[in-house]
């Protein structure tokens, strides 16, 4: 069995009892299901479980800075409670289970709406409309390609490791940065302006991925500047199609 909860978008509906829910209670209901069934199962974690990190690159080790009420609080806690679960059911139950943890993912294929980052920055470049960097843009993202990812989500299910595995690419770069890039190399005219960050906003968000290289013999290998004019000649023909 391959148990994936999807990050819930548009951003708004990140802040909501359905996520938490889901997160927690379904993944509860799956791990009974692979339990009676004796099914493997991938829990697809995140980089949220580290909530907003006080320490940098983040290591599988490092047990996180959650706010448990703030608005972010409904998908993190989800998160950590579903590897709790799934690590009992490991140790109890002797189910077979691996954990991800997925750090920023991007390409092709993405909602042109889902209020991530990627998908706002390039819709709005190619409408020639101002790019909108919440707070100053200094907070960092590392953006892994998605086939990379795929790569190491197999890697990971086809191993007997049974702890969680950050998988994600390491090149970090601040929102700022982010946005000067897209204008660069989508070649719009379009501006900045600056908008309030949102309440608990991660500053800082780097995988280090030591774990998936000796575990795994996994990291990334697609180049931003290739990953990015994949996808951004994706949403080129997505909103010519629209
Ligand atoms: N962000 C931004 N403008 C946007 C959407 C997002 O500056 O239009 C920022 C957001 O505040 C965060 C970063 O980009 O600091 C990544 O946001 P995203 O929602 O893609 O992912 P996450 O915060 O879960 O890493």
């Known amino acids: 069995m391959f148990f994936i909860l999807p990050r819930p978008r548009v951003r708004s509906t990140i802040l909501n009892c359905p ?28 980089s949220e479980a580290y909530g907003d990190p ?36 490991h140790r109890y139950h002797k189910i077979d289970t691996k954990i991800l943890r997925i750090f920023n993912t991007y390409g092709p294929r993405m909602r042109l709406q889902d209020g991530r980052v990627v998908p706002a920055f390039i819709s709005q470049a190619l409408a020639g409309r101002p790019l909108t960097v919440f707070g100053n843009g200094s907070q960092t993202r ?24 950050n998988l994600g690419n390491p090149r970090e770069m601040t929102i700022k940065q982010f946005a000067d890039e ?46 990015i004019t994949q996808t951004i000649k994706y949403f080129r023909e997505s909103l010519k199609s629209d």
């Open 182 to 227: 897209i204008i660069r190399i989508t070649g719009t005219k379009s501006t900045i302006e600056y908008k309030p960050l949102p309440e608990d906003d991660p500053k800082v968000r780097q995988p280090d991925i030591s774990r998936a290289k000796k575990i795994l013999g996994w990291e990334p290998r697609v180049s931003f500047e290739e990953g």
């Open 54 to 89: 006080l320490v940098h690159p983040q290591k599988e080790d490092y047990w996180g800075n959650v706010n448990p009420i703030g608005p972010r609080g409904v998908y993190d806690e989800a998160k950590r409670f579903a590897e709790a679960m799934t690590m009992a059911y």
């Open 142 to 165: 590392s953006f892994c390609y998605v086939s990379d990812l795929i790569d190491g989500i197999f890697k990971l299910a086809t191993s007997d490791f049974h702890e969680p595995v």
């Open 19 to 46: 996520t938490l829910k889901v997160g927690a209670l379904g993944t509860h209901n799956a791990l009974g299901l692979a339990k009676a069934k004796r099914a493997s199962f991938i829990l697809a974690s995140t």
